[in-house]
């Protein structure tokens, strides 16, 4: 039966630091991409853009969800993480989300290519990502551990991709 926590001490502590960091960074990429693409960076404030950018900042909340759910999984000791059931439906309710975004994305951006409608196409090409790195194959890898398994092993199905397999 595989291992649903890590053992006590050191490195259930890291593990801890690990979800942690994970959920707050998913959490306050939305305002701080937000402040680059928009502010700084100066992306036009249009529907495509917003639409775009909007499915990006709903993936990264549910990330910081998941991670935190997680950590309070660790946290309590419980086998099953909380919530399972509000990240089966973001499982099947995301996938029409983002296809309405990106189909209005490609059209705005055939009707008004650039800047106008680019980023929103973009960005909605990015949350499509997100989505199949969290509901499916692990696709971030920003640690030595994940880069050395990615290379020896390959891709491998995403941490909540396996709650919910579990939980079946």
Known sequence: MPRTHPPAGPTREAARRRLRSLAGW???NVPLQA???FRVVDVPLTA?????FGSVAALLVVGAAYWALKLRQLRLGRSRLPGLRHFAT???ALPVLLAAVLAACAVAAVRTP???SYPGLA???FAALEYVNYFHVQLMHDNRADLRRLATVGLRRAHLARDLRAAR
């Open 35 to 37: 402040w680059l693409w």
């Open 123 to 125: 960005f909605g090409i």
């Open 114 to 116: 650039g800047a106008q």
């Open 48 to 52: 495509a853009n917003i639409a775009g």
């Open 26 to 28: 998913e959490l306050l």
């Open 90 to 92: 973001a499982r099947a």
